[in-house]
């Protein structure tokens, strides 16, 4: 059985711009293992990314 990943908590506080990249870089992996199934299932791994983008951006609430 494969590992499950985890999401650290950030190291920075949302008001810095470091915030961003902790982020980035928990996330990171979970994407990838995201898009390797994907493409192992079948799907184009740029057209899957392309609806994760939109996926993501229709889940914002305005500002």
Known sequence: ???ALTIGAPRH???VAAYEQDCREALG???DALLD???AAGW???QAAS???YLAAARLKPA
């Open 37 to 39: 199934k994907v493409e």
């Open 29 to 31: 992996p979970h994407l």
């Open 51 to 53: 609806a994760l983008m």
């Open 1 to 3: 059985m494969a590992k």
């Open 13 to 15: 506080p949302a008001t």
């Open 44 to 46: 184009d791994r740029r």
